[in-house]
């Protein structure tokens, strides 16, 4: 049921009409009380939905790792700087990064782990040792392809948003990386400018 309050020559409601109407509030609504159709909610988890969520997810467990702690204070890393430095001034720069992480309709992740699958050789381990230094975690979801994106997978797919974006510590693609390139990436993670 909407409640309904009527305060000095104004009106307010809040809350679902009859599985119709849903009032809400709205602080900056201009010239009238907001209100959208009710929807039942719905979470089917079929196949192209977990894809989407588990690559998102996978994206956006990096974040947290860009940035430390100095002193009790989030500084940010060599990496975070320059992210920042490249990011338009109409956007947030971790989303930036993610987005380039992602690329349009996902291109940019789908190429890397397509690169990791078919192209990867010593690198492998020494992307999993590195992502294992940070403590990347793997990304799992019981419906999708893939199921799983690994920690070394994660670490990977920064690693050639990096190179396609001209970050100074990707120098090369994530598929040439050797292991002084990989240990001088894991470092822009953790070197404080």
């Not at 204070?73 to 992480?101: G, H, R, Y």
């Not at 078919?118 to 990347?136: R, V």
């Not at 392809?145 to 090369?172: Q, W």
Request: charged share 15%; with cysteine; net charge positive.
């Amino acid at each position: 049921m909407a409640k309904v309050v009527l305060p000095l020559l104004s009106a307010e409601a809040r809350g679902k009409i009859a599985d119709a109407l849903v009032f809400f509030p709205l602080a900056h609504a201009k010239g009238g009380q907001p209100v959208r159709r009710w929807l039942k909610p719905a979470n089917p988890q079929s196949a192209a939905q977990g894809t989407t969520r588990i690559k998102m997810a996978a994206m956006g467990s990096v974040i947290p790792k860009v940035l430390r702690i100095k002193s009790g204070q989030l500084t940010d890393s060599s990496l975070a700087s320059q992210w920042k430095a490249l990011c338009p001034a109409n956007k947030i720069w971790n989303a930036f990064f993610v987005e380039k992480m992602g690329g349009s309709a996902f291109a940019t992740i789908n190429q890397a782990l397509s690169d990791w699958a078919n192209d990867m050789t010593a690198s492998t381990g020494l992307f999993k040792t590195a992502a294992a230094a940070l403590a990347l975690e793997d990304t799992t979801l019981t419906y999708g392809v893939p199921s799983t994106i690994t920690a070394g997978e994660k670490l990977f797919v920064a690693a050639h948003a990096c190179y396609l974006n001209g970050i100074t510590e990707a120098a090369v693609d994530a598929k040439s990386m050797d292991d002084t390139a990989i240990t001088a990436f894991q470092k822009a993670f953790t070197d404080i400018s």
